[in-house]
Nanobody
Framework: QVQLVESGGGLVQAGGSLRLSCAAS????????MGWFRQAPGNEREFVAS????????YYIDSVKGRFTISRDNAKNTVYLQMNSLKPEDTAVYYC??????????????WGQGTQVTVSS
């Protein structure tokens, strides 16, 4: 059974930083593109960033470019999201997931519990 466990969230002031981790079990992340998503209260879950299977290619939505960095450690079966210069609009529950091929589409049925990020102004 595939399990994704996100951690590293918390309460931070605007301009601060957090590093999120996503530990996978039950399936290797090697060979799969991985992504981070977030869901703010009252909003749909949205794609934030992706990294290809080798770590050689990353992609970000415009609102986080230059502030967030996605990375992976295949040996640890873990994906990371370094978030700098945080803004109140980054407040959300953050999730990671396997992606379908090289798209930004998450694989269904693999969602973890997420980690809450709250940025105060």
């Amino acid at each position: 059974q595939v399990q994704l466990v996100e951690s590293g969230g918390g309460l931070v002031q605007a301009g601060g930083s957090l590093r999120l981790s996503c530990a996978a079990s039950g399936r290797t992340i090697s060979g799969y593109d991985m992504g981070w998503f977030r869901q703010a209260p009252g909003n749909e879950r949205e794609f934030v960033a992706s990294i290809n299977w080798s770590g050689g290619r990353t992609y970000y939505i415009d609102s986080v470019k230059g502030r967030f960095t996605i990375s992976r450690d295949n040996a640890k079966n873990t994906v990371y999201l370094q978030m700098n210069s945080l803004k109140p609009e980054d407040t959300a529950v953050y999730y990671c997931n396997y992606l379908v091929g090289s798209t930004t589409t998450p694989r269904s049925g693999y969602w973890g519990q997420g980690t809450q990020v709250t940025v105060s102004s």
